[in-house]
Each structure stands twice: as structure tokens, then as C-alpha cells.
């Protein structure tokens, strides 16, 4: 339930328990899942790893509404995948000031493989858009905003700073 980011508490489960439970303790699951109507059993496509799984039956495709919350999807996805992104975006960016198109900038987050949707591009684009230009995005700012994943910036002007 909690990989599923569905609230349950202490209460709730002795209810489940009650319900659907024998008298080992071991709760009937799958009668549980049925009879919720909260999630949906999946077979998986091959190169998942998982033959089969269970899966939320209303998703919501509007992805993360918060900044901070996209950011730390963000970040994860990049951690995982050991991506240096500020990299590719100064592809796009030959004289290095900073900003690229918007269209740049979805392509390149794109081309990285991190699963967002497009409100969430939308709402990235929206917080980093340059108030000069509203055509561009500020990639140096998101980029710093990522990067303090790998390490803190100027630890060579204070060698004596932990981590």
C-alpha cells in the first residue's frame, strides 16, 4: 500500500486483518485487491524485469504539480541514470549564456530518457522561462538546481567544508 502512496493506518490495517485474514495472520490479497477496486493487475512487457504487477486503476498523467516535487523526480532520474545534463544543454548553447529555446530544452530532456509528462515540461519551462525572453529557458539555473546531487559548488575556495 505504501509503494503505492496510498494512506493507510494503524486502524485501517487491523480492519484489513479482520476482513480478510485467516487465523495464521496472513490476509487473503488477493480477495482484498478485488474487492478494492484500487488496483488494476497488470502483465508486464518483457524487458521490465517483472512478469506481472498490480498498478493504480485511475493514474493521474498530470504529473507532479509542485516544483520541488518535480525537481526531486528530477533529480532521481538523473542520479539513477548518472547523467551530467548540463552537458547537452551547452551543446545547444555555443556561446554559453546560459539560456536555449523552450523547444531545446524539452529535446534534450527528452533525449535523456526522463519520464515526464507534458504538463511537468510545461511547468519546468514555466518556473526557469528568462524574463527577457520569454521564447528561452535559463538551463544554468535548472542545471544548478540539479547538480547539488553530485557535489556543492566552490569546495575549492573552503577545502576544510564536509559534505
Same mark, same amino acid.
Given at each position: 500500500?505504501?509503494?503505492?502512496?496510498?494512506?493507510?493506518?494503524?486502524?485501517? &490495517?487491523?480492519?484489513?486483518?479482520?476482513?480478510? %485474514?485467516?487465523?495464521?495472520? $496472513?490476509? =487473503?490479497? +488477493? #480477495?482484498?485487491?478485488?474487492?478494492?477496486?484500487?488496483?488494476?493487475?497488470?502483465?508486464?512487457?518483457?524487458?521490465t524485469g517483472a512478469?506481472?504487477?498490480?498498478?493504480?486503476?485511475?493514474?493521474?498523467?498530470?504529473?507532479?504539480?509542485?516544483?520541488?516535487?518535480?525537481?526531486?523526480?528530477?533529480?532521481?532520474? &538523473?542520479?539513477?541514470?548518472?547523467?551530467?545534463? %548540463?552537458?547537452f544543454f551547452q $551543446?545547444? =548553447?555555443? +556561446? #554559453?549564456?546560459?539560456?536555449?529555446?523552450?523547444?531545446?530544452?524539452?529535446?534534450?530532456?527528452?533525449?535523456?530518457?526522463?519520464?515526464?509528462?507534458?504538463?511537468?515540461?510545461?511547468?519546468?519551462?514555466?518556473?526557469?522561462?528568462?524574463?527577457?525572453?520569454?521564447?528561452?529557458?535559463?538551463?544554468?539555473?535548472?542545471?544548478?538546481?540539479?547538480?547539488?546531487?553530485?557535489?556543492?559548488?566552490?569546495?575549492?575556495? =573552503?577545502? +576544510?567544508?564536509?559534505?
Open positions: 500500500m505504501t509503494l503505492l502512496k496510498i494512506q493507510i493506518d494503524d486502524a485501517d &490495517v487491523r480492519a484489513v486483518i479482520n476482513a480478510y %485474514g485467516n487465523q495464521l495472520g $496472513d490476509i =487473503d490479497y +488477493l #480477495r482484498f485487491i478485488d474487492d478494492c477496486k484500487v488496483l488494476k493487475y497488470v502483465i508486464n512487457e518483457p524487458y512478469k506481472s504487477t498490480y498498478v493504480e486503476k485511475w493514474v493521474d498523467f498530470t504529473g507532479s504539480s509542485a516544483i520541488e516535487i518535480l525537481m526531486r523526480k528530477i533529480r532521481d532520474g &538523473v542520479k539513477r541514470n548518472r547523467i551530467r545534463i %548540463g552537458e $551543446d545547444h =548553447d555555443p +556561446l #554559453r549564456k546560459g539560456v536555449i529555446d523552450a523547444t531545446k530544452f524539452r529535446t534534450t530532456l527528452y533525449a535523456q530518457k526522463l519520464q515526464l509528462t507534458t504538463e511537468e515540461y510545461q511547468l519546468l519551462e514555466d518556473y526557469f522561462r528568462d524574463v527577457t525572453l520569454p521564447t528561452n529557458i535559463r538551463y544554468f539555473d535548472f542545471n544548478e538546481m540539479i547538480e547539488v546531487i553530485f557535489t556543492q559548488k566552490d569546495l575549492e575556495k =573552503d577545502p +576544510l567544508k564536509t559534505l
